[in-house]
């Protein structure tokens, strides 16, 4: 009898009752917004904001309403103007070009390896077209960060990294998100912490950091933040700043403290329920596993694997008969973005020069989510799913091809 997984790939864990209780005694309070304290209260924003910078050794941190509002007050708090280059990852999620976008600036793409980081080097021949790297650790695969901020560093070039996926992550011991100028977070529902929405940004540098407090929607409130640069970088940037509101309130950063204590013991079990899945897989013929470097400390939250070379119909024939079996795999190689699987040529916008190395990539990979709802027996099964359909499809297919050399 072949087995069908039951279980659904979009299910969360709830929020700790410890959040839950605080979020009432917020919403009780009636002061939601982050600068609505009692005397003497620092309130949950900033204390979230002190927690997080000290959870990632950051000298500053700042709350706000998404990780792609993250991004982009990064951008401008780093002085990026419209009509500005700008390098990213061709392989990354919508909200990283739509970022550079919403700031006016211009996405350059920069290609994707076999190990789904980016290519540096595509990045050395591209670093002098910007003064700006957003770097997008796409599904937690960490580049050679040594070798990525040599590059950057000789040709000047500020990273601004997208932790979107790396919540958690490290490459040699050092955490994502403090190799750059700024690391970006996300808090949104399928990310590492869950406040529906919300992100963070984290700096050591005090006028980027002045800059992205009054750029959140400070007003003239910026004492009242968690981490606070002093009074004269203030002065210095608080007349040529822009308010482009998006902060976060105290609902949200309630439900987020207690998230936070649990982090790495969540990305524990996160990297229990991968390496299941990863070990069910390998050795499946025609399936490339993305092997994870030593040097990283990887959250594995989601899984790629490739299937290198296939012909587009037997890809779609694996996802049709994985849906049958209740495993969602979702594909970025398609004809069509679909759900969230867009890619440097949907982001018709920027210029998006063909990339042909990166386009064979791009076309063989395939994605699962892989939320804490599931238990390791359900990770199991879904590797044998996955490893029995594609062994099925890959046979027909190899025989297929035998047939016509054969003819
Ligand atoms: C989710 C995500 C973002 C943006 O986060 P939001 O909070 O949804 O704005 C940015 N980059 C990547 C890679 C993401 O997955």
Not at 50 to 63: K, Y
Not at 158 to 182: F, L, Q
Not at 300 to 316: C, R, V
Request: aromatic residues 8%; hydrophobic residues 40%.
């Amino acid at each position: 009898m072949t087995e069908v997984f039951r279980g659904t790939f979009t299910q969360q864990e709830p929020i700790p009752e410890e959040g839950i209780a605080a979020a009432l005694d917020v919403l009780r309070s009636g002061r939601l917004h982050r600068y609505n304290l009692a005397p003497d209260e620092a309130g949950e924003v900033a204390l979230l904001e002190r927690e997080f910078a000290a959870h990632t050794g950051a000298r500053h941190a700042l709350a706000v309403t998404s990780g792609g509002y993250a991004l982009a007050t990064a951008l401008r708090a780093l002085g990026v103007k419209p009509g500005e280059p700008v390098l990213t990852n061709a392989f990354t999620l919508a909200p990283v070009p739509g970022a550079i976008a919403s700031a006016g600036a211009v996405p350059v793409y920069v290609g994707v390896t076999e190990g789904l980081t980016i290519d540096l080097d595509d990045l050395a021949a591209k670093a002098g077209q910007a003064r700006v790297l957003m770097l997008s650790h796409m599904r937690g695969h960490l580049a050679d960060m040594d070798r990525l901020m040599a590059i950057c560093d000789a040709a000047g070039i500020a990273v601004i990294e997208d932790c979107a996926h790396t919540m958690g992550a490290a490459w040699r011991g050092i955490p994502s998100g403090r190799w750059g100028k700024v690391g970006c977070y996300s808090t949104q529902t399928y990310k590492h912490m869950n406040s529906g929405e919300g992100g963070f940004l984290i700096t050591d540098d005090d006028e980027v950091m002045a800059r992205s407090v009054i750029l959140s929607g400070s007003y003239m409130l910026y004492a009242r933040h968690g981490t606070v640069p002093p009074e004269e970088v203030f002065e210095r940037v608080k007349y040529d700043t822009p308010n482009v509101s998006g902060r976060m309130d105290h609902l949200r950063a309630a439900i987020l403290r207690p998230q936070l204590r649990v982090l790495d013991r969540q990305c524990e079990k996160w990297n229990a329920r991968y390496r299941v899945v990863e070990t069910g897989l390998r050795g499946t013929p025609g399936l490339r596993i993305v092997e994870r470097p030593e040097a990283g400390r990887f959250v594995g939250s989601s899984i790629q694997f490739l299937l290198l070379d296939w012909p587009a119909p037997h890809i779609e024939e694996v996802l049709a008969r994985c849906a049958a079996r209740g495993v969602e795999l979702k594909w970025f190689g398609g004809a069509e973005p679909k759900g969230f699987t867009s890619r440097y040529d949907s982001w018709r916008y920027a210029p998006h020069p063909p990339m042909p190395k990166s386009d064979r990539i791009l076309r063989s990979i395939l994605d699962m989510r892989l939320p804490l709802t599931f238990s390791l027996e359900d990770c199991a099964q879904i590797a044998r799913i996955i490893r029995a359909e594609v062994g099925a499809v890959w046979q027909a297919g190899t025989s297929d091809e035998d047939r016509a050399a054969s003819a």
